[in-house]
């Protein structure tokens, strides 16, 4: 144990977690399978924390009482270092607390609390956004989880499947600089069942906004090796992504709040997607990973 990093176990997993931008590095069997990307040279990080926006804000300004801040993509978390509010040996949690830094990019006063805690079958990522200013506390959140892809040597990317816990017909959203295109698209998703393929990512990530499911299986179809299945509360969209220059991972994201419109230049506190957490409240979202290597 580090200050740097913190591993928690149990029963056959372990998970590692830096205290740098709250990120989960590391979600392990104990047969030696890695669920989550490594941070190779395709794309450096594991699986940030997106916070206080996800996405891009047009011209990556935020507007403000007649005041404008730089704030760009995913906003700041995932790029500064949280404090270890306790270290356990199958849980752990870290504090990001508002501060001069953080001010001078967006003007609120918050606490992002991650909560990870380890059971015998997965993991829980618990995400606590509390207000502790004086007006309302605009903001959006989301995970950017990589995972291997494929899970196992010697089989294709083309033979896993992402599977929904419903069918999801519900169009689909693209970006186009970072920015949401206004017009939706069909949905790529056959029932419940995504087949995943490079080509699914030439445009970019695929963002259901009119999501049915809270749960989605990551598996390959002849339902062999290693498998990862996800399940969020309080989440409303979900992204996935990838690169098509052959990068093996592949990004279950959940999301609350999207990147900005095209088109939409207004105040941040009118920016669709947000959540508006009242001085004192707070806003709690989780998603669990259970993963197996059978």
């Not at 392990?28 to 399978?33: K, L, M, Y």
């Not at 995970?143 to 992402?162: C, D, I, M, R």
């Not at 339902?223 to 979900?238: I, K, T, V």
Request: charged share 20%; with cysteine; proline share 6%.
């Amino acid at each position: 144990m580090t200050d740097d990093t913190h591993t928690i176990r149990s029963g056959r997993l372990g998970a590692t977690v830096k205290a740098q931008g709250a990120e989960m590095c590391s979600l392990r069997h104990e047969d030696g399978t890695e669920f989550v990307w490594q941070a190779g040279p395709a794309w450096p990080r594991h699986a940030p924390l997106l916070f206080p926006i996800v996405g891009r804000l047009a011209n990556d300004e935020l507007r403000h009482r007649g005041k404008t801040y730089r704030l760009t993509q995913h906003g700041f978390a995932r790029d500064n270092r949280f404090v270890w509010a306790e270290r356990g040996d199958s849980r752990c949690v870290l504090v990001l607390e508002d501060s001069e830094a953080t001010r001078a990019l967006y003007p609120f006063a918050f606490r992002l609390t991650a909560t990870y805690a380890l059971d015998d079958r997965g993991l829980d990522l618990t995400l606590t956004v509390t207000n502790t200013g004086k007006e309302t506390l605009p903001a959006s959140l989301g995970g950017h989880p990589a995972f291997n892809w494929p899970l196992q040597a010697g089989v294709t990317k083309e033979s896993y499947a992402l599977t929904f816990a419903q069918a999801e017909p519900s169009p689909i959203r693209r970006v186009e600089g970072g920015l949401m295109r206004v017009a939706a698209e069909p949905s790529p998703v056959q029932g419940a069942v995504l087949p995943l393929s490079e080509s699914l990512f030439v445009d970019d990530a695929v963002i259901f906004d009119q999501i049915n499911s809270t749960a989605v299986r990551y598996a390959s179809r002849d339902g062999g090796g290693p498998w990862l299945a996800m399940s969020w509360r309080g989440f409303r969209e979900l992204g996935v992504w990838s690169k098509t220059s052959g990068a093996p991972f592949l990004c279950i994201e959940p999301w609350r709040g999207y990147a900005s419109p095209m088109g939409f230049e207004g105040e941040f506190v009118d920016k669709p997607g947000l959540m508006h957490i009242a001085p004192g409240a707070e806003e709690q979202l989780l998603f669990r990973i259970e993963a197996g290597a059978s």
